[in-house]
């Protein structure tokens, strides 16, 4: 019954190393996004996708590549991992891309080493 | 560039004291500003505010706008340990597609 899932909860992984990052949202919203929360704890937003359309692409390094397969899912794709991207990645979704509020996943512990 | 302060960035109280969280923030084109609650993992959704002057409550916190003076306040009252938390504001402008989040006031509640 999770609205907004994503997997997995925990990542450890070499430098260098591709690894993805799964999200899917049941609450039938439009918008979905990746957030990336570093170790100050502070939210910034990394994509936001609606109906499968890249909105925002904020300044993010080419190593990450969003895919949306359809509006319920939008999975994360890093390349080329480095040690500063260790990090909690959060998805979310909100119903419309018109401010409403946002209900987050549970976050993806990426630890790279 | 769209910004959201937040402050104190820290709190500790006791347990039954009341609480005053404060967010200030500029934005092209504000739209919404809501407050989030975040324990070990996702933050939760608190309020959303649109409107200035409209007090928005859920038990015993509560949370009011003032779009003039470009801040809100989250209030909580009669606080408790599982109110120990870090609070975040975030602001949305009016296209809806940029959440943009203060760094968060840690809350500390002691026994």
């Known amino acids: 019954d999770t609205a907004v899932s994503q997997t997995p909860k925990y990542l450890v992984t070499q430098m260098g190393n591709d690894k993805s990052i799964k999200c899917e949202q049941n609450?039938?919203?439009?918008?979905m996004y990746w957030y990336k929360q570093d170790s100050k704890k502070f939210l910034k937003i990394m994509f936001s996708?609606?109906?499968?359309?890249?909105?925002i692409n904020e300044t993010v390094p080419n190593r990450f590549s969003p895919k949306s397969p359809d509006k319920a899912h939008l999975n994360l794709h890093i390349n080329s991992l480095e040690l500063g991207d260790s990090a909690v990645y959060f998805c979310?979704?909100?119903?419309?891309?018109?401010?409403?509020?946002?209900?987050f996943g549970q976050g993806t512990r990426l630890t790279v080493v | 560039e769209d910004k959201v302060v937040q402050s104190p960035l820290s709190l500790v109280v006791h347990e039954g004291d009341t609480v005053t969280l404060n967010c200030s923030y500029e934005?092209?084109?504000?739209?919404?500003l809501l407050w989030y609650k975040q324990e070990k993992k996702a933050p939760t959704f608190l309020f959303m505010l649109?409107?200035?002057?409209i007090e928005k409550k859920s038990g015993r916190l509560s949370s009011i706008l003032d779009k003039k003076e470009l801040f809100s306040i989250l209030n909580i009252t009669a606080t408790q340990t599982g109110d120990s938390a870090v609070y975040l504001c975030?602001?949305?402008?009016?296209?809806?597609?940029?959440?943009?989040f203060g760094p968060g006031t840690r809350l500390s509640v002691l026994p």
């Open positions: 609450l039938g919203h439009d918008t």
């Open positions: 975030a602001v949305v402008d009016n296209y809806g597609q940029n959440f943009v």
């Open positions: 979310a979704s909100s119903q419309d891309w018109a401010g409403t509020e946002a209900f």
């Open positions: 649109t409107s200035s002057g």
């Open positions: 996708y609606n109906n499968k359309e890249l909105i």
């Open positions: 934005v092209t084109n504000f739209r919404s």
